[in-house]
């Protein structure tokens, strides 16, 4: 399984629009239920099944299409476990706050159907699609701001 981890401050020194914590939580709620204006590699996204703490959604991912389970922990992670293909990997998006105020990380275990855990191929892979998933962490952020200026978050 591949990893990538990666943090961001929310709210960056100079920044005039502040994100609270209450909005970028609702941004990831937001994004949970249709991510497509939040991450860019994605086409399309619907939710299939709701439950009580959750959902489970069908994406369109750089012309893939997935199955996955979200499950929310309120105000702390929205956690993307991938179900079909069932061995997909999990995705966590976390909030947590530092001595600098708001963070925000997302946290990838990616597998990658046909191919050795550990072997130099996942490592090659892995670092091919590593740029597009930080990317969709600016993406959130920078969205969830646009939602928070124009009073929809």
């Known amino acids: 399984m591949y990893t990538i981890a990666a943090t961001f401050d929310v709210n960056p020194p100079g920044e005039p629009v502040i994100i609270s914590r209450e909005q970028m939580w609702k941004g990831l709620v937001q994004k949970a239920e249709y ?21 489970i959604r069908e994406i369109h991912l750089r012309g893939t299409v997935m199955r996955e389970r979200i499950v929310f922990t309120p105000n702390v992670q929205v956690h993307f476990q991938r179900i079909d ?23 990838f275990a990616l597998t990658f159907p046909g191919v050795a855990a550990g072997s130099s191929e996942e490592s090659r892979r892995g670092d091919e699609v590593k740029a597009s998933y930080v990317e969709a962490i600016t993406a959130t952020i920078a969205e969830t701001r646009r939602r928070v200026r124009e009073g929809v978050v």
């Open 35 to 55: 991510a497509v204006p939040f991450v860019p590699a994605m086409d399309d996204c619907r939710i299939i099944e709701r439950f009580e703490d959750g959902f």
């Open 85 to 107: 293909p069932a061995d997909g990997g999990w995705i966590a998006n976390i909030m947590s706050e530092s001595e600098h105020g708001l963070l925000l990380t997302f946290l």
